[in-house]
């Protein structure tokens, strides 16, 4: 028998074993050692537009109300009775920047995805001065007003695919960009008012209730 | 018991019991290696810059599976497959045996193939893309072909002694 074998091979075997199990276990450990909430209603809050200004759907979702992530069909209820009647009336991007955004477009050949990954990937997105305040609604309850922060956007055309030269810099020749002031231009029904969130503190900890807010801002559907 | 000559093996001669467990120990590292390379691509973000360069694929497996971004949650799991394929092969990776190296190839094959693709898919939106999860998986890939090169040498050496063994 030419085949090695004897306390080395089953060492190695057990080794390759024990690999093949410890790898996933630790992506399971990273996956559940996120603490859903946070420990503030304003922590809470600041996580839900940071997870927005980052596209991190992880801390978006670890942040609004567990029974809302559990039925997803509450969650989007809301959001969309938010949507028909609350609206911000948004600044107007330069036109460097939908020049640079067009481009993207046509040069993906009409594919969706596509675009949207090069549009995602040549624009950043920073979020600060965050400024929040905080009233008690009743107990376990609480509003987060927005009273401001900027959501900085700017776009790269160098990162977009293709040979073509697109001129995306704006007057100064720096990169396309602009400023959202997040606190400003929200209006409820075409009334203005000053943005806020309901959070809900379960367990001891603070989520974002994407119902509970509707219901406050909206009334009851 | 095989011995192992001064001048070492004549050529036809199946290699000796000490290159090969050289080879098999090699291949298990690699394979090590490709998996631990696959298990950290998906921790870390792919992308270098832009608003993607904060997340990872597993944190957004996880906005996934909850179904709340609208797309069926199972979509989520599909990132899991990746590193599930290099796992399986390190346990595989001291087996024996012709099926196993049909297993292994075709394993390493089908995650290659959609990891670069994957990889190719970022540069043709982006030039400039890549991030740590993405050069993990170009380098997850070359580590795997080397476990596989590893592994078929020893299968053939095996072939080849059943060969003479027989004869």
Same mark, same amino acid.
């Given at each position: 028998?030419?085949?090695?074998?004897?306390?080395?091979?089953?060492?190695?075997?057990?080794?390759?074993?024990?690999?093949?199990?410890?790898?996933?276990?630790?992506?399971?450990?990273?996956?559940?050692?996120?603490?859903?909430?946070?420990?503030?209603?304003?922590?809470? +809050?600041?996580?839900?537009?940071?997870?927005?200004?980052?596209?991190?759907?992880?801390?978006?979702?670890? !942040?609004?109300?567990?029974?809302? +992530?559990?039925?997803?069909? %509450?969650?989007?209820?809301? #959001?969309?009775?938010?949507?028909?009647? +609350?609206?911000?009336?948004?600044?107007?991007?330069? !036109?460097?920047?939908?020049?640079?955004?067009?481009?993207?477009?046509?040069?993906?050949?009409?594919?969706?995805?596509?675009?949207?990954?090069?549009?995602?990937?040549?624009?950043?997105?920073?979020?600060?001065?965050?400024?929040?305040?905080?009233?008690?609604?009743?107990?376990?309850?609480?509003?987060? #007003?927005?009273?401001?922060?900027?959501?900085?956007?700017?776009?790269?055309?160098?990162?977009?695919?293709?040979?073509?030269?697109?001129?995306?810099?704006?007057?100064?020749?720096?990169?396309?960009? #602009?400023?959202?002031?997040?606190?400003?231009?929200?209006?409820?029904?075409?009334?203005?008012?000053?943005?806020?969130?309901?959070?809900?503190?379960?367990?001891?900890?603070?989520? +974002?209730?994407?119902?509970?807010?509707?219901?406050?801002?909206?009334?009851?559907? | 018991?095989?011995?192992?000559?001064?001048?070492?093996?004549?050529?036809?001669?199946?290699?000796? !019991?000490?290159?090969?467990? %050289?080879?098999?120990?090699?291949?298990?590292?690699?394979?090590?290696?490709?998996?631990?390379?696959?298990?950290?691509?998906?921790?870390?973000?792919?992308?270098?810059?832009?608003?993607?360069?904060?997340?990872?694929?597993?944190?957004?497996?996880?906005?996934?599976?909850?179904?709340?971004?609208?797309?069926?949650?199972?979509?989520?799991?599909?990132?899991?497959?990746?590193?599930?394929?290099?796992?399986?092969?390190?346990?595989?990776?001291?087996?024996?045996?012709?099926?196993?190296?049909?297993? %292994?190839?075709?394993?390493?094959?089908?995650?290659?193939?959609?990891?670069?693709?994957?990889? !190719?898919?970022?540069?043709?939106?982006?030039?400039?893309? #890549?991030?740590?999860?993405?050069?993990?998986?170009?380098?997850?890939?070359?580590?795997?072909?080397?476990?596989?090169?590893?592994?078929?040498?020893?299968?053939?050496?095996?072939?080849?002694?059943?060969?003479?063994?027989?004869?």
């Amino acid at each position: 028998m030419r085949l090695w074998g004897g306390r080395g091979r089953r060492a190695l075997r057990w080794a390759c074993a024990a690999g093949a199990l410890l790898l996933p276990a630790v992506l399971v450990v990273v996956l559940l050692s996120d603490r859903p909430g946070a420990e503030s209603p304003e922590a809470a +809050v600041e996580q839900l537009l940071g997870g927005i200004a980052d596209l991190d759907g992880a801390a978006i979702v670890g !942040v609004v109300a567990p029974d809302e +992530v559990a039925d997803a069909g %509450r969650a989007d209820d809301a #959001y969309t009775r938010l949507e028909s009647r +609350v609206l911000r009336e948004g600044e107007v991007p330069p !036109v460097e920047v939908d020049r640079v955004l067009a481009a993207a477009e046509a040069q993906l050949g009409g594919s969706a995805s596509r675009a949207s990954l090069a549009v995602l990937a040549a624009v950043d997105l920073e979020l600060g001065g965050l400024d929040l305040a905080v009233e008690e609604i009743d107990d376990g309850a609480v509003r987060v #007003y927005l009273l401001d922060g900027t959501l900085a956007v700017s776009v790269d055309a160098d990162r977009l695919p293709g040979d073509a030269v697109i001129d995306g810099r704006g007057p100064d020749g720096t990169r396309a960009s #602009y400023d959202m002031a997040l606190a400003e231009g929200w209006q409820r029904d075409g009334d203005e008012f000053q943005a806020y969130l309901v959070t809900v503190e379960v367990d001891g900890r603070w989520f +974002v209730s994407l119902e509970a807010s509707a219901d406050d801002l909206l009334g009851p559907p | 018991m095989s011995t192992t000559s001064a001048t070492g093996p004549m050529p036809g001669t199946p290699a000796p !019991v000490d290159d090969r467990r %050289r080879r098999e120990l090699l291949g298990s590292a690699l394979w090590a290696a490709a998996a631990l390379a696959w298990t950290i691509a998906m921790l870390v973000p792919w992308f270098r810059a832009g608003a993607l360069s904060h997340l990872s694929p597993i944190e957004a497996g996880g906005a996934l599976r909850t179904g709340l971004v609208g797309i069926p949650s199972a979509a989520g799991f599909v990132v899991l497959l990746l590193p599930l394929a290099s796992w399986v092969l390190l346990a595989l990776a001291p087996a024996r045996g012709r099926l196993v190296l049909a297993w %292994r190839i075709l394993l390493w094959l089908a995650s290659t193939v959609v990891g670069l693709g994957l990889v !190719v898919l970022m540069a043709s939106v982006s030039a400039d893309t #890549y991030g740590w999860g993405a050069g993990l998986v170009v380098v997850a890939c070359v580590l795997g072909a080397g476990g596989l090169c590893c592994s078929t040498l020893v299968r053939a050496e095996e072939a080849e002694e059943a060969q003479e063994a027989e004869g």
